[in-house]
């Protein structure tokens, strides 16, 4: 009895559970420029959770992992090419990863910090990001750059030339959890 009183208490006081997030209502995009070219591939296979309390936006945690070999550039030939060493190395390093530590009103929408790992390399990110509430579900959005170079993807061999593909790439997604 003890038990069941307390679970309904956290439930009545709005402390928020992890939420999952639903990978086909959901995208995550990854756009950069191939001989000045700006070419966008998506990460068909991702998972995530998503602990967020909008009255304790500070509060939040959330972590997306995506498989690295699933990202699709519209080509066979071209997905087999960056999942090699050279690029993520997938069989090595077969998930990157995003891990919020934080959410901070800004402006009118909020300024998520956390740590991305990608081939082992992890480094802190800050961006902006929208949360709305659909349904009973919450949406996530939003965009950041980075440099795949920090991260070793195409460091290696003529890739390593920025003049070929760039440094800069941007990572957009929306994130939609299940509402469960």
């Known amino acids: 009895m003890a038990a069941v009183l307390t679970v309904a208490g956290m439930l009545v006081s709005g402390v928020a559970q992890a939420d999952p997030v639903d990978p086909a209502q959901s995208l995550v995009r990854a756009t950069f420029k191939q001989f000045n ?21 500070e509060a939040t945690k959330a972590t997306v992992t995506v498989q690295t070999a699933s990202f699709d550039l ?17 069989a090595k390093f077969p998930d990157a990863t995003f891990s919020v530590t934080s959410v901070k009103p800004a402006g009118k929408g909020y300024q998520a910090t956390g740590d991305l790992t990608i081939r082992g390399i992890k480094k802190p990110l800050t961006f902006p990001v929208s949360i709305q509430s659909q349904g009973g579900k919450s949406v996530f959005s939003g965009q950041t750059k980075i440099k795949r170079l920090d991260f070793k993807v195409g460091a290696s061999g003529e890739w390593a030339d920025t003049s070929l593909v760039a440094d800069e790439v941007v990572i957009g997604f929306k994130l939609v959890t299940t509402g469960k």
């Open 37 to 57: 070219v700006p070419v966008s591939g998506d990460f068909k296979k991702f998972s995530g959770q998503v602990d967020f309390n909008a009255a304790k936006p």
């Open 74 to 90: 519209g080509d066979p030939l071209y997905n087999k090419e960056v999942a090699k060493p050279d690029w993520f190395d997938s």
